[in-house]
């Protein structure tokens, strides 16, 4: 008989979760602790020289956070993860792990607007220089390929926009240019697409969205794919050479495929410090167990409201990747069969002042900055994120005057369109 591998919900109950063994507690327990005691002596000296995994304390790893960790793993099909205080501290300790100063990564310009700004300001500081280029057009990641280039960075369903963007081509360029390819996978998520399946070495995700699901806990998590080889050109040191802060250990021929995880633990995570709370990790853990349900919900209620929006005589244009006649419509058959996630945007054929008056005259609907809740959110991107830029900044970024986004929570969709019938409705 062969044995049966488990399915996408059974892996987001149990993966990487046993009964506690101490107590026997069914669900993982808060190790809400800052340290571990060792068993004796030889074993401390073990665990710090790397000879040992286990607990030493929470910088550096947590039990109830390795369970996260595992589980987010399977779910991605990695061969192992890292999870951070937040999205943006897991993409610079991902960064941290592969840049030298100096060095290039290109990125898409279709981007989380934080993303954008950490990239173009903070990470001058490390020396790390962003080369933008377009996931419209993967010629312009051929043409910024250069000798200092490290790494190639997309989000595969871009916030957002809601641009999907051809993986499969991008993974090539970075198979051509040696170097590895970083996924930020938030607004899909695993259940909707998984990029290692795609050609993506390193998957990251802010866990604050849909995996933790609820809006209630800030996390990130960086996912080892296991495919990309370290040795191969000695242009990722801290990978390849002996590592002084560990006897001359050297990551990827100890730790083999996943030595780009321990890596980003032990000289990371470990030196920059941003670890998620176990607090965090239980309130995520949760979430993603019923991560299949609620993906489901997001993208089913999604689909029926943007087509109700894309009827209504206020609103000029809906850009969603799974409505037909979409731009990106064949690109989410193929990465996205089930639905192009739960964000969007749309237009207002009366502008600002339609798009003020719609985030004030609704009701259910949340008038916030953040997406993947299961409460549905709005925002006016014009007068609120992207209120410092110029008009035309502000419409090369995908947030012109008119423009509202939406992120559909897994209320009844009857309510949610109610809602926004009734706020269209108020004369402005
Ligand atoms: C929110 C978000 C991030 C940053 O995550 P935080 O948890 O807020 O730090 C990164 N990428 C995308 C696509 C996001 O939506």
Same mark, same amino acid.
């Given at each position: 008989?062969?044995? !049966? ?13 046993? /009964? ?15 340290? &571990? ?53 897991? !993409? ?87 170097? /590895? ?13 998984? /990029? ?10 802010? %866990? ?51 030595? &780009? ?47 109700? %929006? ?111 019938? !009734? ?6």
């Amino acid at each position: 008989m062969t044995e !049966q591998l488990p399915g996408f919900s059974t892996l987001a109950i149990h993966a990487g979760a046993q /009964p506690d063994p101490t107590t026997g507690a069914r669900v993982t327990p808060i190790y809400q602790t800052a340290s &571990f005691v060792f068993n004796d002596a030889d074993h401390a000296a073990s665990l710090f020289g790397l000879q040992t995994f286990g607990n030493i304390y929470t910088r550096l790893g947590n039990p109830t956070t390795a369970v996260l960790e595992e589980r987010v793993a399977a779910l991605e099909g990695g061969t192992a993860a890292v999870a951070a205080a937040s999205g943006h501290a897991a !993409q610079v300790m991902a960064f941290h792990t592969l840049l030298q100063p100096g060095d290039e990564f290109i990125a898409s310009r279709r981007l989380y607007g934080g993303s954008i700004n950490q990239f173009t300001h903070a990470y001058k500081n490390f020396g790390w220089n962003v080369v933008w280029a377009d996931s419209d057009d993967i010629s312009t990641f051929e043409r910024a390929v250069s000798p200092k280039t490290k790494a190639i960075f997309v989000e595969s369903v871009a916030n957002p926009g809601g641009a999907i963007t051809d993986l499969e081509a991008v993974a090539e360029v970075a198979r051509k240019a040696k170097v /590895p390819f970083i996924v930020d996978n938030t607004l899909a998520s695993p259940y909707l697409l998984k /990029p290692i399946d795609h050609g993506a070495d390193i998957v990251v995700h802010s %866990l604050t969205k849909f995996l933790g699901g609820h809006g209630n806990s800030l996390g990130g998590i960086i996912v080892d794919a296991g495919t990309f080889d370290w040795t191969a050109s000695g242009r990722y040191p801290l990978l390849s050479e002996p590592r002084p802060e560990y006897h001359g250990i050297k990551m990827h021929e100890t730790f083999g495929n996943f030595a &780009f995880a321990i890596a980003v633990r032990v000289l990371a995570l470990r030196d920059l410090g941003p670890a998620i709370s176990p607090f965090n990790s239980f309130m995520i853990l949760t979430g993603i167990e019923t991560l299949a349900l609620r993906m489901q919900r997001h993208v089913d209620n999604t689909r029926a409201i943007t087509e109700w %929006l894309s009827k209504h005589p206020a609103v000029s244009w809906v850009n969603y990747a799974s409505l037909p006649g979409d731009r990106y419509y064949n690109l989410a058959r193929k990465y996205t069969p089930k639905g192009a996630g739960a964000v969007f945007t749309f237009g207002l054929k009366g502008g600002y002042e339609a798009g003020i008056s719609l985030v004030s005259n609704v009701r259910l609907f949340s008038h916030l900055a953040n997406i993947g809740d299961t409460r549905s959110l709005i925002i006016h991107p014009a007068s609120t994120t992207h209120s410092q830029l110029t008009d035309e900044q502000k419409t090369m970024a995908g947030a012109g005057p008119d423009v509202v986004r939406l992120s559909i929570g897994i209320e009844d969709k009857e309510d949610l369109i109610a809602d926004l019938e !009734q706020a269209l409705a108020v004369p402005y």
